[in-house]
């Protein structure tokens, strides 16, 4: 399979503490992206992070990237119940330009 | 903006049966793209479009799905004949200038279930 791997699978934390994912993917790449997925709903577009950068921030999110390890994190910082939900990452391959999905993580939150 | 449509939100069919999913992309996005979700394979790509053109269905599992883009504003997925393992959610998301943005737009997708 070309698809990415996330872990960990499944995340509890209470509300306020920090959450972290991480993803590795297999190909080369021209950029990266975290996306959302709320429980019945499509996903949506959080944070895309281009191969020549290493760290990206938007609002309480915080993207790393590390090209050398094929591996990706994803932080959210003083977490909210209404960050509950699955987050994915895809890796855009550098020679298809495809968006390779990994299987995600399910984030809750506890109020 | 309304966003990416897609009809029907739930679909549930018999084994052998023709099902065609619809979707009206983002206004103006020149890429639109058909994904299948399942818990065992995940998020995966069937095909895209770029200005209404197939440009790789790779990921078309069999000649049983066909995809067609007639104009800018909608496109469809057919399975003829239906199987139950094609039971899964099917979304379409759309991009505008998707190789310079990378931003996808999805839809709420469509649940099938094939009995």
């Known amino acids: 399979s070309q698809q990415g791997e996330e872990d960990p699978q499944a995340l509890s934390i209470q509300e306020g503490e920090n959450a972290t994912m991480n993803c590795s993917y297999k190909?080369?790449?021209?950029?990266l992206q975290w996306y959302r997925q709320n429980s019945g709903r499509g996903l949506v577009h959080l944070i895309l992070?281009?191969?020549?950068?290493r760290e990206k921030h938007s609002g309480r999110l915080r993207v790393t990237l590390d090209t050398s390890k094929k591996s990706s994190s994803l932080l959210i910082t003083a977490s909210r119940a209404a960050d509950t939900a699955s987050y994915f990452c895809?890796?855009?391959?550098?020679?298809?330009?495809?968006?390779?999905f990994g299987q995600g993580t399910t984030l809750q939150v506890k109020p | 903006d309304a966003g990416v449509i897609q009809s029907p939100r739930h679909e549930v069919t018999e084994m052998g049966q023709e099902v065609t999913l619809r979707c009206k992309p983002i206004?103006?996005?020149?890429?639109l793209f058909w994904y299948r979700q399942t818990m065992m394979r995940g998020l995966e790509l069937l095909i895209y479009?770029?200005?209404?053109?197939?440009?790789?269905d790779s990921g078309m599992p069999e000649d049983r799905f066909s995809a067609k883009m007639p104009n800018a504003s909608f496109s469809t997925l057919k399975i003829q004949p239906s199987e139950p393992r094609d039971s899964a959610v099917y979304f379409c998301?759309?991009?505008?200038?998707?190789?310079?943005?990378?931003?996808?737009?999805f839809g709420p997708g469509t649940r099938l279930t094939v009995l």
């Open positions: 998301a759309s991009s505008l200038n998707w190789l310079t943005y990378n931003e996808q737009f």
């Open positions: 190909t080369s790449i021209n950029n």
């Open positions: 992070i281009r191969s020549n950068e």
């Open positions: 895809a890796s855009a391959s550098s020679n298809t330009g495809k968006l390779i």
């Open positions: 206004s103006g996005h020149d890429y």
């Open positions: 479009f770029n200005n209404n053109v197939p440009i790789d």
